[in-house]
């Protein structure tokens, strides 16, 4: 005997919903392989040698990026991808991705990595 009611299906997360299909050529199928989730757009649909971390929606409205104790950028979440989605925060967007279309021109970018300062010296005791 069969049952009228299944149970569901796990969700497979993709950046691609089942029912779209599946890109048409290298292009763009090497720009859905280098986009992550979080993204606004494709990655690489920006303009050519920019990347998220030059992007004025990388990092949202915050002046300063966290960083690692190593000194380089955090992965940060995309304004424009949480505009778009309707308040959806999405996931974290490394800064060395490819600029995606809706790409614009942030006034001073973070440094990519930061130089640690020499320790002071301490004061040998006199």
Do not use: I, Y
Not at 102 to 126: C, F, I, N, Y
């Amino acid at each position: 005997m069969s049952h009228f009611w299944q149970q569901p299906q796990p969700v497979q997360h993709s950046l691609l919903s089942p029912g779209l299909t599946r890109p048409q050529g290298d292009a763009l199928a090497g720009m859905q392989a280098a986009t992550c989730k979080g993204m606004a757009h494709w990655a690489g649909s920006g303009p050519t040698d920019e990347t998220c971390r030059t992007c004025a929606h990388w990092g949202g409205d915050r002046k300063r990026v966290r960083r690692f104790e190593s000194g380089e950028l955090r992965p940060a979440r995309c304004a424009m991808f949480t505009r778009l989605s309707q308040g959806s925060l999405g996931d974290g967007v490394e800064h060395d991705r490819a600029a995606c279309r809706h790409w614009l021109k942030r006034e001073k970018p973070p440094v990519a990595v930061r130089e640690r300062k020499p320790a002071a010296p301490e004061d040998a005791g006199e």
